[in-house]
C-alpha cells in the first residue's frame, strides 16, 4: 500500500491534451490542471514547469511522477526514441532533471499504458489483484502489465505491447508497427472500422440493405455500426461479433501467459464490451487458467493516478 | 546468485523418466539416478526416497528442489490437477510432507517448464537474463518465464502456458487444450507433422515427387521430413518453412509482451532449428523490442539443475 497522508503529483503528457493534480490516499484532490497539447516542445515543458508551481504552492508536493504517452527507458529517468503523436525535440526534454533541479522533488516518468495499469492495480478496478494486466482499447492497442505487484518492463522497458501479438500467419492486414496481423489492427478501433469496411466490400451492392443501403462503405465509421448495432443491424451485429473474437483471441493468450487475477479494458473503445458475455466465451476457450474480465475504473485519470502511485511506491 | 557450497538434490519426475542428482555451484555432481516411470504412483514415490537415502548417505543434501510434470499449486508444495502423462494417483502424493518428515530436508515442488527456464537462467544458455523466456518445442509446446530474475506463476500457478495463444480465428486445428489453433497445434512436433500431412494432401497424387513418392501421406512423420529436408527436397523446405514461421509468430508476441534479453528454445525440435536465420528473421519483424533467440544449454539436465537452484534460492 502506497504510504499515507504523502502527497504525489501525477502528471499526465498525451498527444491530445496534459493533465494533472495532486494525489492523496489513492485519490485526486483539489484541481486538476489540463488543457491541449502544444504543438512545441519547451512549450510542453513550461506548462509543466508552470503547473507544479502552482500546484506545490498549495499542497507542498512530495513527490512527482510523469505519465507520458512514448517509450520510457528503463530507469523510469526519460523518454527514449519517437513518440508519434507528440512533437519534435519532446522525447530531448529531461523532466527528471529539469523538475528535480529546480523544485527540489523527486519525479520518476513512466509510459502511460504502464501507469494506467498500475492505477488500476493500486486505485482502480484491480485493487488486489497482485497479477493483472490492463488493456488499453483505442485508436491503437496498447498494455500494462502487473506480476506479483509489479510492473512488467522487459530488459530496456519496452515490454507490455500485448497490441502487437500476430493473429494470423496470411498477412492480411498491415498493422501500425511495421509487421502483420497484430492484435492492434483488429482489436482497436482503426481495426474495428477496417473490419466494417472489409465485411461491406463482400456483400454485393444489390444485397446492402439496413444501415448498408446506399453507404459508401468506404467512409464506413465505428460509430455507424454502434449505431446500428443498438437499432437491432444484422450486419452490424456481425462485424461487432467479429471484433469480439478478435478481442478474445488477444485475451486467451494473456491468460494462458499470465494466469492473471484480472483483465482489465479500459480505453473508448471498452464501453462497447458487453462483459457478461465476453466472460462467458473466455470461460468456454481457456481450459488451464482463468481469469475475470472487468471494465477501468481509474479510466481518464489513470495517467494521472498511476503516476503519482508509482512516484510514492518509488520514493516514499 | 546462488549460495556456495550448498548441496541441492535435484529430481525430474517425467511422464517418460524420473532422474536425480545433487547440485553444487550450479553443476551437478556425482551420480544421476534415473528410471523409466512406473506407472504406479505409490512406486513413483518410493524410488523418490529411497533416491533420497541413498544420495544423501553420500552428500549430506541441504535442500531438495522437485520439478515434476503437471501444474503445481502457487505455494510450491504440491502438484494440482490432472497431469496427463502420469498414472492416478500421482496428484495425490504429498511429496514435500513425506520427504520432510522423514529426511528433515526443506522441499519445494515446481512445475518441469518453470524449472527448465530458471535451469537455463541459473545455469544454461541464458545466465545473467534478468528477463528470459524458455520455450520447449517437444510433442506440445511449454514455457517458464522469468522477468526480473523471477518466475512468472500467475495467481494460481498456472501461468507461462505460452503454448496457447491462438494463431488464427479460423477454426482450423483443434488443441490438445480444447481450444483451436493454438501456438502448440502449429509449433511442436505433433503440429509440425500435421502441417506435413495437411500441405502433402492438397498435391494432387499425380504430381507428388520427392519424398512423397508412393508415400501415404497419412503416415508422414517429422522424421521424414527432416531426412528429407537434408536431402535438399523442395517439399520438405516447405513444410519446414511453414513450421518456422509457426514458431516465429509465438516468438514476436512472446518478444513484445516481454521486451526479454533472451528467448531460449529447447526439447526436441529445438535441434531442427536454424537459429541464425531464425533470428534474422525475428529481427525483420519486431519494431518494438528486440531479442535473442538462443539454443538451451541445461536440456536434458534442465529439470534436476531448475529444481535444484529454485530450492537453494528459496531456503537457503
Given at each position: 500500500?502506497?504510504?499515507?497522508?504523502?502527497?504525489a503529483?501525477?502528471?499526465d503528457?498525451?498527444?491530445?491534451?496534459?493533465s494533472m493534480a495532486c494525489v492523496?490516499?489513492?485519490e485526486i484532490?483539489?484541481?486538476?490542471?489540463?488543457?491541449?497539447t502544444?504543438?512545441?516542445?519547451n512549450?510542453i515543458l513550461?506548462?509543466v514547469?508552470?503547473?507544479?508551481e502552482t500546484?506545490?504552492?498549495?499542497f507542498?508536493?512530495?513527490?512527482i511522477?510523469?505519465?507520458?504517452?512514448?517509450a520510457?527507458?528503463?530507469?523510469?529517468?526519460?523518454?527514449?526514441?519517437?513518440?508519434?503523436?507528440l512533437p519534435?525535440?519532446?522525447?530531448?526534454?529531461?523532466?527528471?532533471?529539469?523538475?528535480e533541479?529546480?523544485?527540489?522533488?523527486?519525479?520518476?516518468?513512466e509510459n502511460?499504458?504502464n501507469?494506467a495499469a498500475y492505477?488500476e492495480?493500486k486505485a482502480?478496478?484491480?485493487i488486489?489483484?497482485?497479477?493483472?494486466?490492463?488493456?488499453t482499447?483505442?485508436?491503437?492497442?496498447?498494455?500494462?502489465i502487473?506480476?506479483?505487484?509489479?510492473l512488467?518492463?522487459g530488459?530496456m522497458?519496452?515490454?507490455?505491447e500485448v497490441?502487437?501479438?500476430?493473429?494470423?500467419?496470411?498477412?492480411?492486414?498491415?498493422?501500425t508497427c511495421g509487421?502483420?496481423d497484430?492484435?492492434?489492427?483488429y482489436?482497436?478501433?482503426?481495426g474495428y472500422r477496417?473490419?466494417?469496411r472489409e465485411?461491406?466490400?463482400?456483400i454485393?451492392l444489390e444485397?446492402?440493405?439496413?444501415?448498408?443501403?446506399?453507404?459508401?462503405?468506404?467512409q464506413?465509421?465505428?460509430?455507424?455500426?454502434?449505431?446500428?448495432?443498438?437499432?437491432?443491424?444484422?450486419f452490424?451485429r456481425?462485424?461487432?461479433?467479429a471484433?469480439?473474437?478478435?478481442?478474445l483471441?488477444g485475451l486467451?493468450?494473456?491468460?494462458n501467459i499470465f494466469d492473471p487475477?484480472?483483465?482489465?479494458?479500459?480505453g473508448?473503445m471498452?464501453k462497447f464490451?458487453?462483459f457478461?458475455?465476453?466472460?462467458?466465451?473466455l470461460?468456454?476457450r481457456?481450459?488451464?487458467?482463468?481469469t475475470k474480465?472487468?471494465h477501468?475504473k481509474?479510466?481518464?485519470?489513470?495517467?494521472?493516478l498511476g503516476g503519482a502511485?508509482?512516484?510514492?511506491?518509488?520514493?516514499?
Amino acid at each position: 500500500m502506497a504510504p499515507k497522508n504523502k502527497i504525489a503529483l501525477g502528471i499526465d503528457i498525451g498527444g491530445t491534451k496534459i493533465s494533472m493534480a495532486c494525489v492523496i490516499d489513492g485519490e485526486i484532490t483539489g484541481s486538476i490542471l489540463s488543457r491541449k497539447t502544444p504543438c512545441d516542445s519547451n512549450e510542453i515543458l513550461n506548462y509543466v514547469l508552470e503547473g507544479i508551481e502552482t500546484l506545490n504552492y498549495d499542497f507542498n508536493i512530495n513527490v512527482i511522477g510523469i505519465a507520458t504517452a512514448g517509450a520510457v527507458n528503463k530507469e523510469n529517468t526519460r523518454v527514449v526514441g519517437s513518440t508519434g503523436n507528440l512533437p519534435t525535440g519532446y522525447s530531448d526534454i529531461d523532466f527528471k532533471e529539469e523538475i528535480e533541479n529546480k523544485f527540489k522533488i523527486k519525479t520518476l516518468v513512466e509510459n502511460d499504458a504502464n501507469a494506467a495499469a498500475y492505477a488500476e492495480f493500486k486505485a482502480g478496478a484491480a485493487i488486489g489483484h497482485m497479477n493483472t494486466i490492463t488493456v488499453t482499447l483505442g485508436t491503437g492497442v496498447g498494455g500494462g502489465i502487473i506480476v506479483d505487484g509489479k510492473l512488467v518492463r522487459g530488459k530496456m522497458g519496452a515490454g507490455a505491447e500485448v497490441g502487437h501479438m500476430p493473429l494470423s500467419w496470411e498477412k492480411k492486414r498491415k498493422c501500425t508497427c511495421g509487421d502483420w496481423d497484430c492484435w492492434e489492427a483488429y482489436a482497436s478501433g482503426t481495426g474495428y472500422r477496417a473490419t466494417a469496411r472489409e465485411m461491406a466490400a463482400k456483400i454485393p451492392l444489390e444485397l446492402r440493405t439496413g444501415i448498408l443501403t446506399d453507404k459508401d462503405i468506404t467512409q464506413l465509421t465505428t460509430h455507424d455500426i454502434i449505431a446500428g448495432l443498438n437499432q437491432g443491424d444484422e450486419f452490424c451485429r456481425q462485424v461487432h461479433d467479429a471484433w469480439i473474437e478478435f478481442v478474445l483471441m488477444g485475451l486467451i493468450s494473456l491468460t494462458n501467459i499470465f494466469d492473471p487475477d484480472s483483465i482489465v479494458l479500459s480505453g473508448g473503445m471498452a464501453k462497447f464490451v458487453d462483459f457478461e458475455d465476453l466472460n462467458k466465451r473466455l470461460d468456454a476457450r481457456c481450459h488451464i487458467a482463468k481469469t475475470k474480465i472487468i471494465h477501468a475504473k481509474a479510466e481518464n485519470n489513470a495517467g494521472i493516478l498511476g503516476g503519482a502511485m508509482l512516484a510514492l511506491e518509488k520514493f516514499c
